[in-house]
């Protein structure tokens, strides 16, 4: 057999292997890379995301995972799973901007990915 017959089915395979969901597949994780990669590299942006890390933080320290405060007040604006998830990520990854920044990252994430799969729903694969 020649190496010109084997090629149509090589190429055949290729393109089998790249097509629908393996390109789908690469891209969600090219855009992960993207998406989470610059996370750990800048500093939190003020006042929003340094005030959640701060109360976050607070939880964590003292234990108190019921009562959110900032700065010794108490600070019930917002729902506590931001706060939760917030001090999940500094046990786990350690005090620092990466493990800030997570929780809002991988929730932003899930947005598209949510956004994605509806406009596939309503206008069929060429949406998305």
Not at 48 to 59: K, P, S, V
Not at 66 to 72: A, C, E, Q
Request: include cysteine; proline fraction near 5%; hydrophobic fraction near 50%.
């Amino acid at each position: 057999m020649s190496a010109a017959r084997a090629e149509p089915g090589l190429t055949r395979a290729l393109d089998d292997a790249c097509s629908g969901t393996a390109r789908k597949a690469l891209c969600w994780a090219l855009l992960a890379l993207v998406w989470f990669a610059p996370l750990g590299y800048r500093a939190l942006l003020t006042p929003d995301e340094g005030r959640y890390a701060t109360i976050a933080l607070g939880m964590m320290n003292s234990g108190d995972w019921i009562t959110p405060r900032l700065n010794g007040f108490l600070y019930f604006e917002k729902p506590p799973l931001q706060y939760w998830m917030g001090a999940l990520g500094f046990h786990l990854l350690g005090v620092n901007d990466f493990a800030a920044c997570l929780w809002p990252g991988l929730t932003g994430f899930l947005t598209v990915a949510a956004v994605a799969y509806t406009a596939r729903r309503f206008w069929a694969w060429w949406a998305c």
